[in-house]
């Protein structure tokens, strides 16, 4: 491509190294240089998120309905594909929340007497009533999560207690009451429940989605759920706290961190649509074009900044990604072809130094890992599974002299020597055979070393199928419904990595000397 092109992908982690790439025989051949002396971030253990929606059965856009019994209160919990499906990540941290958590009371204490559940109302927030969360569903919930070793997120109503102004659309005004979220969160501790983090209220910052909230009054919410926390798990483990969970404004969001002080909010949260609307028409170009996707690069940058800034206490969390919004494309979002957005987002923040990436949603929607009635697995979960399981936590810093339809991002491989590649060809035309080398270039027997190739290519090459290739063979469930073993494909290292066109590659070299990765 011109050079123009590929210099605008510097500060996502492509960048030229001055190199120049060359086709031979139909192949470009592509130079790879991993930076292993030093990394450049580090992610959570367990950076792979998947969220829990409360959408009713009536949850509906563009003339469709796709949630089905997807969300919280309807879900089957006894269904044994989503239980191997959260088992098969050991753990699968989940977050529970969504666009009506702000409206959903838990039935327990004195500070709930009714129970509702979800109805629709033009005059509710996005178009509902108030829902209910019982102690039963809870206990279901719970059950589900302990026995398929899951870490959870809980998203609070944080507009519990307040009230509409009368002068400002939109601006919900007055103290968080926490009595309801204290009496759910006492019954959980006394259930034996795990919780790895709060987070409190969705889409209510800067100008809010459906409601909004003045960033001292949140600030000031905030600080009271930190109390709350650390007053009810004193001898245990303290969940963290997090938010604010929205879209990232600059200026409300340093106010928020200044407001809230040192060690308040332990994630800062923020929600990444940016494929736009799921009925965009042109949906599926933008999943292929490299300068699309980069454009989202400078507000991970922010977020960074943000907190170096004003937060350092804190890590930064993609606390809700579904790419296009409103419940995702019907024939895109669910296909192998969204895996070039979504592991692309993967590698980008994990270089911005994010420590988790909740994927909307794990269940429910066009945009699911799992699908909504059979509860199969699209495609974008075994590029989940592959990244939870080799992409270790530390970052590190890769050049390559190609194609800006080439993506390379290169993590310390988990629980294991060596680097760890996740390749991406966005070009449904050409073809590339990578050489890695290191940039200190310390000797490796390549004559005697292997490397792993686990190659992710759409049956029959329709990058829009919902069936996806592991080095040529379908991902099925076995016939017990159990997530099928995934093998590498083991090759002679002196040998480049070829990388086919509209594929996804992860490469596990165990014998690359990265100093950041002893």
């Not at 051949?29 to 002396?37: A, D, K, Q, S, W």
């Not at 500070?111 to 102690?135: A, H, Y």
Request: aromatic share 10%.
């Amino acid at each position: 491509m011109e050079q123009k092109h590929a210099v605008y992908l510097i500060g996502v982690v492509v960048v030229l190294c001055g190199m120049a790439a060359e086709t031979l025989g139909g192949e470009t051949r592509v130079g790879v240089r991993i930076e292993g002396v030093t990394s450049i971030a580090r992610t959570d253990d367990d950076f792979i998120c998947a969220t829990l929606d409360w959408w009713p059965t009536d949850k509906c856009n563009y003339g469709q309905c796709p949630w089905g019994k997807a969300g919280l209160i309807n879900l089957d919990l006894s269904n044994s594909i989503l239980q191997n499906a959260i088992k098969a990540f050991s753990p699968l941290r989940i977050r529970l929340g969504g666009s009506l958590q702000d409206q959903v009371l838990y039935k327990i204490g004195k500070s709930v007497k009714n129970c509702p559940k979800f109805e629709r109302n033009d005059d509710g927030l996005f178009g509902f009533t108030d829902g209910c969360l019982t102690m039963d569903r809870w206990d279901q919930l719970n059950s589900l999560f302990n026995q398929t070793g899951a870490k959870i997120t809980f998203g609070l109503n944080a507009l519990f207690g307040k009230k509409k102004s009368e002068t400002e659309e939109g601006l919900w005004i007055g103290d968080w009451d926490a009595r309801n979220s204290h009496d759910l969160m006492r019954y959980t501790i006394e259930k034996g429940y795990s919780i790895d983090s709060y987070e409190l209220g969705n889409e209510l910052c800067s100008s809010g989605v459906s409601a909004r909230i003045n960033v001292d009054q949140y600030a000031k919410d905030f600080k009271m759920l930190k109390k709350l926390v650390q007053k009810l798990y004193p001898n245990v483990t303290t969940p963290k706290v997090l938010g604010p969970a929205g879209f990232y404004d600059e200026k409300w969001f340093n106010e928020f961190l200044l407001q809230t002080g040192p060690d308040v909010v332990d994630g800062l949260t923020h929600h990444i649509y940016n494929l736009g609307p799921g009925v965009d028409k042109t949906l599926i170009d933008k999943i292929q074009d490299p300068f699309y996707l980069t454009q989202i690069a400078q507000t991970f940058k922010d977020i960074s900044s943000t907190i170096d800034r004003f937060g350092p206490w804190a890590g930064a969390w993609v606390g809700e990604a579904g790419g296009a919004y409103n419940s995702g494309g019907k024939d895109v979002s669910h296909t192998f072809a969204n895996g070039f957005w979504y592991i692309d987002q993967l590698g980008m923040t994990s270089a911005y130094n994010h420590k988790v990436f909740c994927r909307q949603a794990l269940i429910g929607g066009n945009y699911a890992l799992l699908n909504t009635t059979s509860f199969i697995p699209n495609p974008d979960y075994y590029g989940a599974l592959l990244w939870h399981r080799l992409m270790g936590s530390r970052v590190l810093r890769v050049t390559q002299n190609g194609s800006p339809y080439l993506r390379v991002y290169a993590h310390c491989a988990r629980e294991k020597p060596g680097v760890t590649l996740v390749v991406i060809n966005l070009s449904n035309t050409e073809s590339f055979d990578l050489k890695v080398e290191d940039d200190m270039n310390y000797y490796i027997d390549y004559a005697r070393a292997k490397r792993e190739e686990y190659h992710l290519t759409p049956m029959d090459g329709d990058i829009q199928s919902d069936v996806v290739l592991l080095n040529g063979k379908a991902l099925k469930l076995t016939e017990t419904e159990e997530i099928p073993e995934m093998k590498a494909k083991m090759v002679d290292s002196s040998t480049p990595i070829h990388v086919q066109r509209d594929s996804i590659v992860f490469v596990t070299l165990r014998d690359f000397i990265a100093p950041a990765c002893a």
